[in-house]
């Protein structure tokens, strides 16, 4: 790699950090192409050479984002199949929470671009690979019916992850339960394939979420209802 070429994925790296920060600092929609280059101290025209506008500029900076943390991520140690396939689960959900409101803006913008389909697909990518295996170790063990294709099943599985982090993201559940949701979404997915132990295991990790889920939801209303009470004199 010549100087040039590093020189070039350097100034990338610190657009699209820049770009994360601005995100983070104002939400996606306070966000236009002049504070961004601004920030970024380069022109209006490279950042549109480099990234085509303002959605795809802002795209790549979460993608690039949510796929370094996937890499660094260190992976689970419990054995292969169904314990580490739930670690995983719950290792994406933990570190988003480590930095809540950072992460809670970048979903927001993530949910605003309008090639979130696509970008959506590409990171589920990136943990298809390792769930596929789990989920063939299952179905070697027979705890997943015969039927399943694992690496659609894993599909399904990493849009779970992602459903449940913009559905966090946007404030649509009590308190701070993405580790819940998470749990819930991707576990009702898995129920319609696992057998035996697995799918009781999977059952009982669903029912807990879900108790958890409903019982801040009844938290959370009750305390909307006794804030609008009038109070007595």
């Not at 025209?45 to 303002?54: D, I, M, R, V």
């Not at 396939?85 to 929470?97: N, P």
């Not at 913009?166 to 749990?183: A, D, F, T, V, Y």
């Not at 029912?207 to 209303?221: G, N, V």
Request: charged residues 25%.
């Amino acid at each position: 790699m010549d100087l040039m070429t590093e020189q070039q994925l350097a100034r990338r790296a610190h657009i699209l950090e820049t770009a994360r920060q601005l995100i983070a600092e104002r939400g996606y929609q306070a966000i236009n192409v002049r504070d961004l280059a601004e920030r970024c101290r380069v022109s209006v025209p490279t950042l549109y050479n480099q990234f085509g506008g303002k959605d795809a500029l802002l795209a790549a900076a979460i993608e690039d984002h949510f796929s370094k943390a996937l890499a660094t991520a260190r992976l689970p140690d419990a054995r292969e199949g169904l314990p580490r396939l739930l670690e995983i689960v719950d290792g994406c959900a933990l570190h988003i929470l480590e930095l809540d409101d950072y992460h809670r803006r970048l979903l927001e913008a993530f949910g605003s671009l309008d090639a979130t389909t696509n970008l959506q697909l590409r990171m589920a990518r990136r943990l298809l690979g390792v769930m596929a295996v789990d989920l063939t170790v299952l179905q070697r063990q027979r705890r997943l019916a015969p039927w399943v294709d694992v690496k659609l099943l894993a599909g399904q599985i990493n849009s779970a992850i992602i459903s449940s982090a913009l559905i966090w993201s946007g404030g649509h559940w009590p308190g701070n339960h993405l580790l819940e949701g998470m749990r819930y979404g991707t576990g009702l997915v898995l129920l319609g394939a696992l057998r035996g132990s697995a799918a009781r295991s999977v059952e009982q990790r669903v029912i807990e979420a879900q108790q958890q889920l409903t019982c801040a939801e009844k938290t959370a209303t009750s305390r909307k209802d006794a804030k609008s009470r009038p109070k007595e004199a």
